[in-house]
């Protein structure tokens, strides 16, 4: 069965703070991607890695950075937390090849910063 | 600017009826289009997805039905259940795109029995 594992449901953090937000697939999937979901605005791309060391801006990459250093793992970093960045935030992974593949989703964490 | 848009963001029909949730896009380059269903604190789930070159795709109580001369998408859903009480995502990619998805912002369905 396919899963994508966030590593946490619910975080709270600082202002200023460094998170960390961790994903693992197990699919043996190329692809893996950031989102960020916010009321009426659906779901925002931030990063996306289509392999091991590589990454690429989505449409909002301000303020974060992603870590691929294995294929299974992508990670999601806030350098200096801030309260607009509180948001669901949604990892996925999909197969490469063709474009017409679904992506697979996390349970989601929801970060707040105060 | 939104390149997929879902103008209802919300819809509330009874149980055993039909809930129609309408998508549109502004991209011609858009030829393969999904919608993910989502329930509170869970991430999207797969439900149902059309190639450009069809203009429907059935499974099971979701149908999708793609008109590309008016870049609009529509996902029906009969009868509806209680269950089906969610958030409902339209997204869309390209072959230059990759797999990268653009989502839209959602419509949220509530199923009244």
């Known amino acids: 069965d396919v899963k994508v594992t966030q590593s946490s449901r619910y975080l709270v953090k600082r202002t200023g703070e460094k998170v960390f937000l961790e994903c693992v697939q197990d699919?043996?999937?190329?692809?893996m991607f950031w989102y960020r979901q916010d009321p009426g605005l659906g779901l925002r791309l931030i990063y996306f890695?289509?392999?091991?060391?590589?990454?690429e801006k989505g449409d909002i990459p301000e303020g974060y950075s992603v870590s691929r250093e294995k294929k299974e793992r992508f990670s999601l970093i806030l350098e200096s937390a801030s309260t607009n960045q509180t948001s669901m935030y949604l990892c996925?992974?999909?197969?490469?090849?063709?474009?017409?593949?679904?992506?697979?989703f996390g349970q989601g964490t929801r970060l707040t910063v105060v | 600017d939104q390149q997929v848009k879902q103008n209802s963001p919300s819809l509330s029909v009874q149980e055993g009826r039909i809930s129609i949730l309408n998508c549109d896009y502004t991209?011609?380059?858009?030829?393969?289009f999904l919608w993910y269903k989502k329930y509170p604190a869970e991430g999207p789930t797969f439900l149902i997805s059309?190639?450009?070159?069809?203009d429907k795709n059935e499974d099971g109580r979701f149908t999708v039905f793609l008109n590309k001369s008016a870049k609009h998408l529509s996902l029906h859903i009969v009868p509806s259940q209680p269950g089906d009480s969610a958030v409902y995502f339209c997204?869309?990619?390209?072959?230059?795109?990759?797999?990268?998805?653009?989502f839209g912002g959602g419509t949220r369905v509530l199923v009244k029995p």
């Open positions: 059309i190639s450009s070159i069809k």
């Open positions: 699919m043996d999937h190329e692809n």
């Open positions: 991209n011609s380059m858009f030829d393969y």
């Open positions: 997204a869309a990619s390209h072959p230059a795109a990759g797999n990268k998805l653009t």
């Open positions: 996925a992974s999909s197969l490469r090849g063709g474009w017409n593949t679904e992506a697979f």
């Open positions: 890695s289509y392999d091991v060391k590589m990454k």
